[in-house]
Antibody
């Protein structure tokens, strides 16, 4: 059974870069059947999607964080990583990594014709790590 | 971007049925997924693709989705079901994950 574990500094100074790594154990992240992503939860607030990445490195970023966000995957280490630059106190949160499984397959009409996609959901989560932004 | 609307709170007596809604424009054409988050614990998937339960989730948890509203139904509620519940979809128009704001379920 796959397990995920977040790691990285718990305290980051304002304007610096927050870096977290999620290490998978019990299974490989090389499978094309999943995406791998990050979700955060500021104190007292709801879940916020940060971004997701495929095993080949294709990325999907939250529009609110896109300009400060970088994600990568290292299949040789069975890890994927998150970097958020120019952090402020608003980035203080509990950060989770999660596996995204493929839900129902579907089609939609787009500008370039019909496109197939999956309704992804998060079936396995890490325990989470709290990151505080403070000087 | 796609918006999901949940009531902030739902209260129900033990043994009764709790219904938590998730509203969105034409949400019925999407697959809705539901998570349970208890204090100090990571979220747990309780329903995916509108109606499917992971094997470890009790049959008391069920989901439905039609029109502009999806619903998570928890029958025979007990104190252990007290948690925050979040709905989620994959917005295919932008390839983004979208979460609802969450609903706090209180067992009276």
């Amino acid at each position: 059974q796959l397990q995920l574990q977040e790691s990285g500094p718990r305290l980051v100074k304002p304007s610096e870069t927050l870096s977290l790594t999620c290490t998978a154990s019990g299974d490989s992240i090389s499978s094309r059947s999943f995406l791998w992503g990050w979700v955060r939860q500021p104190p007292g607030k709801g879940l916020e999607w940060i971004g997701s990445i495929s095993e080949s490195g294709s990325t999907f970023y939250s529009p609110s964080l896109r300009s400060r966000l970088s994600m990568s995957v290292d299949t040789s280490k069975n890890q994927f990583s998150l970097k958020v630059s120019s952090v402020t106190a608003a980035d203080t949160a509990l950060y989770y990594c999660a596996r995204h499984a493929k839900g129902r397959g579907d089609y939609e009409e787009g500008e370039e014709g019909e496109r197939f996609f999956y309704h992804y959901y998060m079936d396995i989560w890490g325990k989470g790590t709290t990151v505080t932004i403070s000087s | 971007s796609f918006v999901l609307t949940q009531p902030p709170s739902v209260s129900v007596a033990p043994g009764q049925t709790a219904r938590i809604t998730c509203g969105g424009k034409n949400i019925g054409i999407k697959s809705v997924h539901w998570y349970q988050e208890k204090p100090g614990q990571a979220p747990v998937l309780v329903v995916h693709d509108d109606t499917y339960r992971p094997s470890e989730i009790p049959e008391r948890f069920s989901g439905s989705n039609s029109g502009n509203r999806a619903t998570l139904t928890i029958s025979r509620v007990d104190a252990g079901d007290e948690a925050d519940y979040y709905c989620q979809v994959w917005d295919s128009s932008t390839d983004h994950v979208v979460f609802g704001g969450g609903t706090k379920l209180t067992v009276l």
